[in-house]
């Protein structure tokens, strides 16, 4: 998740320089990197905003310091941008991922919701997959999920269609993954982006009996879309209650 900011600090500018430079190919993977001091040269910066810069692209997967030989770019750095789509099973689970637990796996006609986030025809079928993460025994949180028309989707990520149907075929006689998880390993090829939105909120009846908590306890509604190009191929709402794991909020700018 995204929080978009007014101000771009120098390190910030001075790692999206760079990161430009290893992607439009002026550092290609595997190449080294000039030295410190030449390469503030070449960048007009000082050699503490590098390196500071430089550490956060190590940390994000773009370079690698090999001894002996200085800064190089992995043979494989991560697609531009500083989202990180991940499963919020992983992202709220603190290195142990949280345990998916199926309540629904259904097909159903368009909400308001998927309406405006789907862009789906009134009478278009959608697949709805509810479900309860849970950890330690506890529910942590309460996950709905859309994916568009399996029309849409056999047209614009053909191996995201196929993954469904075999993911809802398991789920019948094993443990169950989020719709995001499949999403994201039929994607290898395919490249995402998505957005998405926290605001405040109460369980409600029906959700605090899902979650095993009051129906007034206070929790965050995180929503999120993501797309493969500009086509939104799954739509999302997550109920996090008081009491869930910290849901990590990244900063981009």
Known sequence: MAVSGQRRRPVVALYERIADAVHDGTYPPGSTLPSEPKLAAE???SRPALREAL??????????????VGRTVNDRPPR???????????LIGAGTPLRVRALLRTVEEPTDFTTQHLLAPARADLRFWESVLTGEGTAAALSHEWAAADELLDRVHPEFARALRTAEERAARGPAASMLSVLLGASRETALT??????????????????????????VLVTQVVRVGETPVLAAK?????????????QSH
Not at 55 to 68: A, H, I, K, P
Not at 202 to 210: A, S, Y
Not at 238 to 250: I, Q, Y
């Open 55 to 68: 550490l956060l692209l190590q940390e994000d997967g773009l370079l690698t310091v090999r001894r002996g």
């Open 238 to 250: 997550h109920m996090l209650p008081t009491g869930a794991p910290a849901l990590p909020v990244l």
């Open 80 to 90: 531009r941008g500083f989202e990180h789509v991940q499963p919020l099973e992983e």
């Open 43 to 45: 960048l007009g910066v």
């Open 194 to 219: 998505a957005h998405s939105g926290i605001t405040a909120t109460l369980l409600g009846r029906r959700r605090g009996d899902q979650l095993g908590r009051p129906a007034d306890t206070p929790a």
